[in-house]
């Protein structure tokens, strides 16, 4: 039997069900679609993709056809080692020419690296443009941390930073230095450079663009003071839990620039995987991803909660770490008890 990834819908996020299978073929089209402001690349319709899940050691080909009108692709499985296949890496001009528009290539490599990773579009700004998606190495034979028998469902979480301009514009202003007049250096301070912050290792903090909007698993909202106001009211991704269940969430930063703190309303959580590489389990409250990080963590439900939906807050750091004034940018995701109920037998209203 093939493996099966469950797509989702508005109320059931993508649920990961493994089964035994030796190879993965998939044909990966790739369209436009015209957003209100910017031009998206979708996979199969979907942006980001659905997640792609495939046993450790199985033999994987993606067949990829660009269906783009003019843009050239390639692709590449961030986080895969590619032993003895580097030509499939999918770095353009450098392990392969891009896939110009109208045709098609077929990556094949051994999924030799388990774990937690993704895969995105490796040309100009493709990434940006919704061109990734999650690349799920389970090895059947070595379960996670903790033991699979007290283990619930699991979800691919992939986090995007998406800016108000158009990626290639955001691309340009940061070639030719004009950036700063997107955060707002002009008028009184229009004399006034713009200086990239940088943490004390040297990290680059981001805000050389406008983030619009937190996305998760391709939902987000545009305005914040919803976001803050009334997030149970909007259309989020949405996770279910029960009672004493134990869920993972496979935490994917697919952003372009922008760092994001992870923490959720009144839960704990046990770190279990950085990278794809499992890790003694540590109890956090919050974690920070930066761009191409993935962290798995594993979520318990509580005995008795107070409410059927708690919320999984995903924040910018710019304003903490940097010491700048650049307010955070906040997204939402929910938490849904399925198995909350008042005494009358009805499900607790969202937020009660």
Request: charged letters at 20%; hydrophobic letters at 40%.
């Amino acid at each position: 039997m093939p493996w099966h990834v469950r797509e989702s819908d508005e109320n059931k996020p993508c649920e990961l069900n493994y089964l035994l299978n030796s190879s993965y073929n998939s044909l990966y089209t790739l369209i436009q679609l015209d957003g209100l402001h910017q031009t998206i690349f979708s996979i199969n319709g979907y942006s980001p993709a659905q997640p792609i899940v495939v046993p450790f050691g199985a033999e994987v080909i993606l067949r990829v056809q660009n269906d783009l009108m003019q843009d050239s692709i390639t692709l590449h499985v961030h986080g895969m080692q590619m032993k003895g296949t580097w030509y499939m890496d999918g770095a353009a001009f450098v392990t392969q020419c891009p896939i110009a528009p109208r045709s098609r290539f077929a990556y094949r490599f051994i999924a030799d690296t388990p774990g937690t990773h993704w895969f995105h579009g490796h040309l100009g700004v493709d990434r940006a443009q919704g061109f990734l998606g999650a690349f799920i190495v389970k090895d059947i034979q070595r379960f996670p941390l903790p033991q699979p028998n007290i283990m619930g469902r699991e979800y691919a979480v992939v986090m995007q930073d998406w800016t108000l301009n158009d990626a290639k514009e955001v691309w340009l202003k940061q070639k030719w230095r004009s950036w700063k007049w997107q955060d707002g250096y002009d008028g009184a301070d229009k004399n006034k450079c713009w200086n990239a912050p940088v943490a004390a290792d040297g990290a680059y903090f981001g805000s050389s663009a406008i983030v619009r909007s937190i996305l998760i698993n391709d939902k987000g909202w545009h305005d914040q003071n919803d976001i803050l106001i009334r997030p149970n009211t909007l259309p989020l991704e949405t996770f279910r839990i029960r009672r004493d269940e134990t869920i993972r969430l496979r935490l994917i930063n697919g952003g372009v620039s922008q760092q994001l703190m992870v923490s959720i309303d009144d839960h704990d959580f046990l770190v279990v995987a950085a990278d794809g590489d499992e890790i003694i389990p540590i109890k956090a409250q919050m974690i920070i991803l930066f761009p191409g990080e993935r962290y798995d963590i594993l979520i318990q439900g509580l005995n008795n909660p107070t409410k059927s939906t708690y919320a999984i807050i995903f924040e910018t750091m710019e304003y903490l770490v940097a010491k700048t004034s650049i307010m955070p940018k906040f997204g939402v995701a929910k938490l849904v008890y399925e198995d909350v109920r008042n005494e009358y037998g009805n499900q607790v209203l969202e937020g009660s």
